[in-house]
């Protein structure tokens, strides 16, 4: 078994009589069942590091796969997406500029009309303040 260290550790009177009955049931001594338990918990634990660890490598490889395909098509969804904006933006402002247009040509064409209004605003307010 190679180089041999000691071990000691003080339990309940309690647990330690629990343990005896068992050791009789079961015909081991001390030393069997303590190191029995301590190679089944490292066993145990062993085993599970080693599927977490196989969990987070398949994990991390179908995020890479998800980011790679999304990746993917977020860059062709942009491309589509300006197209369209540029389209948009352009009957927009083509509108805007023809409804500037059109507002100056009925601004320039009666500038009478534009006196008068304001002449007859300043009208109201005036009477507006005498009452």
């Known amino acids: 078994m190679g180089n041999m260290r000691t071990m000691a550790f003080q339990v309940p009177d309690e647990l330690f009589q629990k343990i005896k009955d068992y050791l009789q049931r079961n015909n081991m001594t ?4 303590v190191i029995g338990l301590i190679e089944n918990e490292i066993e145990r634990d062993l085993t599970q590091r080693a ?3 196989e969990v987070s490598i398949d994990s991390e490889k179908v995020a890479e796969e998800y980011t ?17 904006d540029e389209e948009v933006a352009e009957e927009q402002e083509s509108t805007d ?8 040509n009925e601004e320039s064409e ?6 008068d ?12 303040m005498g009452m």
């Open 30 to 33: 001390q030393k069997q069942f």
């Open 51 to 53: 599927v977490m660890n």
């Open 68 to 84: 790679e395909q999304k990746g993917t098509a977020a860059v062709s969804d942009c491309e589509a997406i300006p197209d369209k």
């Open 97 to 104: 500029f023809s409804d500037d247009f059109d507002d100056e």
């Open 110 to 115: 009666n500038p009478d009309e534009d006196e």
């Open 117 to 128: 209004l304001d002449e007859s605003e300043e009208q109201d307010e005036g009477m507006a």
